[in-house]
């Protein structure tokens, strides 16, 4: 595995495993735990679950892929921002710890922006981590303005990463967001790197796998991996799915390669509004 280092210094993997939908009414109890576990064979040793996964099933799932094995893991959560006030942020991380069955979280992060004043829940989160229930904390689909304006907050300069949802069809973030984060070494995890799977059926990816001798998903993942200072977390219940995100790790793209998506997948040339699921 590779890391990438939090702005604290503490390693992150640069390839985890994403949560959502997990733990929901119908989704395959065993399956699941099966290959979260399959997952952290494979060395995908960051996890990222939610406490609005399921209302709190994801992070149950988690528990029992992690039992016996919580120390190889970081393990990200997030808090939804109507708990995101000084006490109901502390309340919250309490309970997904319960449901995680750990005493603490690796990072613990602002699902979205809610209508809680930035300075409260920053106070949450410094309570949590004087008491040591999380390592470090940060924001998920903040823009560019906004994690700007949260960085500028009492204690926000300790900004861990901010999740946001970017792929090769969602570039925005590359003309604003990104450059900012790497200015100011804060590494962004990439939500949704395979887009939901609809990326999967485009030519030009397609036509890039063929040559290669892989699949759409690790061109597409592979891609999210080169790009300096961003760590991905796929979703994946299906094995063969999750060998194969861990095997784009080591797919390494040619510049032309990079160049031909470029063309099918434009950066961007103006800002754009964050994108997000
Ligand atoms: N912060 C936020 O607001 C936010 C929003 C969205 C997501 N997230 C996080 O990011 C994680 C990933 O995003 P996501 O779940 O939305 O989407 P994703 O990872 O882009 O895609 C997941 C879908 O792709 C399929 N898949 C995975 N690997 C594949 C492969 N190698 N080949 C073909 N299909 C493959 C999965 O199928 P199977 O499951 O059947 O294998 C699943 O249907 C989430 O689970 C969650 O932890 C965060």
């Known amino acids: ?31 699941v735990v099966n290959a979260l576990r399959l997952g952290i064979d494979l060395g995908m040793t960051l996890i990222d679950t939610a406490e609005m996964y399921g209302e709190g099933g994801a992070e149950e799932v988690v528990a029992k892929a992690v039992a016996g094995r919580r120390q190889e893991i970081f393990l990200v959560s997030k808090v939804y921002p109507h708990n995101a006030t000084r006490k109901g942020v502390v309340a919250a991380c309490e309970r997904s710890l319960k449901r995680l069955g ?4 690796d990072l613990y992060l602002l699902h979205w922006i809610g209508d809680v004043p930035f300075e409260e829940t920053l106070a949450g989160f410094a309570e949590l981590q004087r008491a040591g229930k999380i390592r470090s904390h940060g924001v998920s689909n903040f823009d560019a303005e906004e994690i ?22 969602r570039r925005g973030i590359e003309f604003d ?10 590494p962004v995890m990439a939500y949704s790197p395979i ?8 030519r030009a990816l397609k036509q890039l796998a063929a040559r290669r ?19 991905a977390i796929p979703k994946a219940v299906r094995p063969e799915h999750v060998r194969e995100n861990r095997a784009a790790l080591d797919l390494a793209l040619t510049p032309e390669e990079l160049r031909e998506l470029d063309r099918a997948f434009p950066p ?10």
């Open 1 to 31: 595995m590779r890391y990438l280092h939090l702005p604290s210094g503490a390693p992150m993997p640069v390839l985890g495993l994403g949560t959502w939908h997990m733990g929901e009414a119908g989704s395959r109890g065993a399956d």
């Open 102 to 105: 750990t005493d603490h979280l």
């Open 148 to 169: 700007a304006r949260w960085y500028r907050s009492p204690d926000g300069n300790s900004v861990a990463t901010n999740q946001v949802l970017y792929n090769l069809a």
């Open 177 to 186: 967001l990104l450059p900012w984060c790497r200015k100011h070494k804060i």
């Open 195 to 202: 887009d939901q799977g609809s990326l999967l059926s485009k």
């Open 213 to 231: 001798g892989v699949t759409p998903a690790q061109v597409a993942l592979a891609w999210v991996l080169h790009q300096q200072g961003v760590v």
């Open 268 to 277: 961007p040339k103006s800002a754009k509004p964050l994108e997000m699921l």
